[in-house]
């Protein structure tokens, strides 16, 4: 006795499931070596004409040294073992393997079971808008295949199989919606994993204008912002990532000042809240308006005494991040600790004797420190400073090589060769990097920031405050080289008063469109973490609630659903017509009387209940002979005929009971 | 079978351990549902997932959890409603000798389609259209004489996603009868068997030639006179009921030296010899006599008579 349905030879099951599989695959195209989709699309050929012609299964020995073939290339190829990449390798290798070997129902199941896990498998790579869709629609085709594999005649009439698997989907969503919403979070990850397969992207902890040239390049997203109090007062603002406050002599490091340094935040002014869904950097830094007031709570960050927010304990935002931040524009800070100032005016014992000596005897010309600021500034608007994002790198002597004699650069260049000056006549000063400008979207109400915005500007210790200077827009507007293209010309156009206008026409409005949906999808569903739950939980009044008040609710909710939506699919119990289920309790009560009734007519009923509950015999008597005008003449009969006697019966059936 | 069957098949038969005549109906009470291993490996992938989702934060992961397991819980609903309300009763089954196998037909019925239901021990699958009866041949084999009482019969299915079996044990009631199995003693029955009243005489000599007529199509060949065909060239029949031979009275009290079902057995192969032959026979049991007569109809009563007499003497 074998009570199995073999899926594999069922037609239609084995190609489909073969084709989804490869429309899996396909997200991971970009993340892993082409070898491996060889691999897969080889087995899955030869399974298919082991199907169609006949071929033989391979032997045990052959799959054996397949299966150390394809490890041993793996590591090959990545080097290591350890990493999503390799594991979503593996995982997708083991599945064409498994190709060849399978022959039972259970080798079917199997594969559609791993299909759904390698589904999950691409979320790790990409979050986007497209890749929700791409599981709806990857889900539905999946558990289509299951649901062929279950039938007698597989996925011959696949359109019931796709019906059926739709249906489910459809009335599963709801269900998943309140899942996820209510769904505890965790405030982080169960553990730690350095990814070693992604890179780092944006600011770095050292800056060279080379780093910063090559961000000018991308227009990968760096981050999106917006406020409630009106996104779009958010353009043209400076972002500060990370303070460069050591120089080497060729280089501007992250400065690495002792933590126990206070913030001081004074004369704070109106205050401006906005929220912040950053990308995923593998770096540290955390964004912030000038002058952040706190640090986010529910992120393991801290507020630095230069102003910018830092992951501690050496997390990375590995994934996207949203917090809350609020700054005062207005605010100043205004303390500068003696080991603060001792770092902002620390500069290389040799190098640059050049620029050092022009800056002191600039500086004795001036009568105050704020005035030498000034004159730098006509300096490189007077003198032939270009703007230019394409510069060779200076060998050495970066400052007096770009000061005196290149004067062509971008604002890493400019913002280093300005400390320089600053620092070596005394006055602290420090690199601020970040981002300038950015996108607004009016479509979505939000600001889109890209890396291309990548900024480096200077602060400056004047009049007992941190002030902002950027050297880059004084350059003189008519010396920004022309052969930028749009992007870098987006860019300068970003910087300062280069501010340049996007012109909208359908194409560019689309893509805003796009975006913005694709915001609101980051906003809502991938950035709903505990942060979000907890204000949609505030929302609903259900505010403050721990775990253990939290999870009864859950499920009693979720269990509430589900019957429901039990009930609404289960069918009722079938409907009885009421004189039917007259007859039948009358039979009932018939039964201690007569030991089995068998009747060719339910009007024999009547005269039989006549004849043993005599009290009524009258009404029973009359009960029969309406009956029967309604049952035999229907056309005499007026209309109302039916309802007097179904009630007549009622009344006559409760009468007995008392 | 698994634990949860047989736990399941030792309620349904409390509750009712006596087969139901007429048509069966699938109700809530008497489904059972449980995982199938494909539905535990099913649960372990999402929990994977889960993990996953947790541990990157990857929201996507959760919602895909969230997607298969609600999945999964509606399939419940749906494995369920496949199997609820079906109708089925076992239709007229041919009687046959013990040992024989018993051919049982299955009639099953429902008003919505039923997908991919196994029914008992039959190796493919059944889908039922709506409203329409479909018959399914069971073959058993009946061992003892008497009426055939089926077992409980399992109707299950995995449909639709192969995560959850639903079973249900119903036990139709079947009026089949097994006849003894027939065995040859050697010997025919005696002529003190025979009735006295009856003229054996006339039947020894091959017919009275006062009952010939003309052959007409139709008559049977146990009926044609051989001997005038073969004096004349032409087929004629005897007529009305004279009978070929000596009628046979059977008798389970001229049996009394062989044991009871050898006896019965016996009784049987006589049967069925006596009507090979044409003769004419009756049967006489304890309480339970049927008069000589002849063809099918007699022979199945006596059969019926012999496969339902009392075990005890």
Known sequence: ?658 | MNLFERLSLRIASHRQPKPVEGWLRIGHRQLYIWLTPAGGLFIAVQLAILLGGINYQSNLAYLLCFLLGCMFLLSLFHSYRNLLQLELTLGHIQPVFAGEPVVLPLLLRSEHPVWSLWVDEQTDLVDIQANQNQVLRLVKLGQKRGYYQIDSLKLHSVFPLGLMRVWSWQRPSSRALIYPKPEDPGYLPSASFNSSDHESELSRAGGDPDSLRPYQLGDSPQRWHWPSYARHGQLVTREGNQLAGEPWLLSLNNLTHEPLERALSILCFWLLEAEQRGLAYGLQLDGTELALAQGHEHLHHCLAALALYETSR
């Open chain 1, 1 to 658: 006795m074998n009570q199995t349905n073999n899926a594999l030879t069922q037609p239609g099951v084995l190609l489909s499931l073969l084709l989804i599989q490869a429309g899996i695959l396909i997200p991971h195209w970009p993340e892993l070596p082409s070898w491996i989709f060889g691999v897969f699309l080889a087995c899955g050929g030869y399974r298919y004409s082991v199907l169609r012609l006949g071929w033989p299964l391979p032997a045990s020995w052959l799959k054996l040294l397949l299966l150390v073939a394809v490890i041993g290339l793996l590591f090959a190829s990545f080097g290591r073992f350890a990493g999503l990449d390799v594991a979503a390798g593996f995982l997708v290798l083991m599945l064409s393997l498994k190709l060849l070997e399978a022959r039972a129902q259970r080798d079917a199941m199997l594969m559609v079971l791993l299909c759904y896990f390698l589904i999950a498998t691409s979320f790790l790579f990409s979050q986007s808008l497209w890749m929700g869709i791409y599981l709806l629609l990857s889900v539905w085709a999946t558990t289509t295949v299951l649901i062929g594999a279950q039938r007698s005649h597989g996925l011959q009439r696949a359109w019931l199989s796709w019906r059926l698997s739709g249906l489910l989907l459809l009335q599963a969503l709801p269900l998943m919606a309140l899942l996820f919403v209510l769904f505890p979070r965790l405030p982080s990850p169960l553990w730690q994993m350095q990814d070693p397969s992604r890179a780092k992207t944006g600011l770095s902890d050292s800056m060279s204008p080379e780093d910063v040239a090559e961000l000018s390049e991308s227009s990968e997203i760096a981050f999106r912002v917006d406020s409630a109090q009106g996104s779009q007062q958010l353009a043209n603002r400076y972002w500060r990532a990370l303070v460069y406050g050591r120089f080497d002599g060729r280089r501007w490091q992250a400065s690495q000042l002792p933590t126990e340094l206070p913030y001081v935040l004074a004369s704070k002014g109106p205050a401006l809240q906005y929220r912040i869904t950053q990308e995923a950097s593998q770096q540290p830094w955390l964004l912030a308006l000038d002058w952040p007031n706190a640090a986010p709570q529910h992120l393991n960050a801290r507020l630095s005494s230069e102003g910018t927010i830092q992951l501690q304990n050496n997390e990375q935002v590995n994934n996207r991040i949203l917090y809350e931040l609020e700054s005062y524009p207005a605010g100043q800070l205004t303390q500068l600790s003696a080991a603060e100032r001792a770092a902002y005016l620390h500069l290389p014992k040799r190098g640059n004797p050049r620029s050092r000596e022009w800056a002191q005897q600039l500086r004795q010309q001036q009568p105050s420190d704020a005035a030498y600021v000034q004159a730098l500034l006509e300096f490189i608007r007077q003198q032939p400073f270009y703007y230019n994002l394409k510069i060779a790198p200076i060998e050495s002597e970066v400052i007096d090589g770009f000061w005196f004699e290149r004067r062509r650069g971008f604002c890493a260049h400019y913002a280093g060769a300005f400390t320089f000056m600053l620092r070596s006549v005394g006055i602290p000063a420090r690199v601020v990097g970040g981002y300038l400008g950015g996108e607004y979207n009016e479509i979505g109400n939000y600001l889109i920031v890209r890396q291309s915005q990548a900024h480096a500007w200077v602060e400056v210790w004047l009049e007992q405050h941190w002030q902002r200077i950027d050297p880059t827009s004084f350059i003189d507007p008519s010396r920004v080289e022309h052969q930028l293209s749009e992007q870098q010309q987006q860019r300068a156009a970003g910087e300062g008063q280069l501010a340049g206008h996007l012109k909208l026409d359908w194409l560019s409005k689309s893509q805003l469109w796009f975006d913005s949906v694709n915001y609101r999808w980051h906003r809502w569903i991938l950035g709903y973490d505990l942060e979000q739950q907890r204000k949609l939980l505030e929302q609903l009044g259900l505010a403050n609630l721990s775990w253990n008040q939290l999870v009864p609710i859950l499920v009693l909710g979720f269990v509430g659903c589900l019957a429901a939506l039990g009930w609404w699919l289960l069918p009722k119990r079938r409907q009885v017509a009421p004189l039917v289920r007259c007859f039948q309790q009358l039979e009932q009560r018939l039964k201690p009387h007569i030991n089995s009734i068998t009747l060719e007519q339910p009007a024999q009923l009547l005269l039989l209940a006549a004849q043993y509950l005599p009290n009524q015999q009258q009404a029973w008597l009359e009960l029969h002979q309406d009956y029967l005008a309604l049952r035999y003449r229907p056309q005499t009969t007026p209309p109302q005929l039916q309802r007097q006697v179904l009630q007549q019966f009622r009344h006559l059936l409760k009468q007995r009971r008392q």
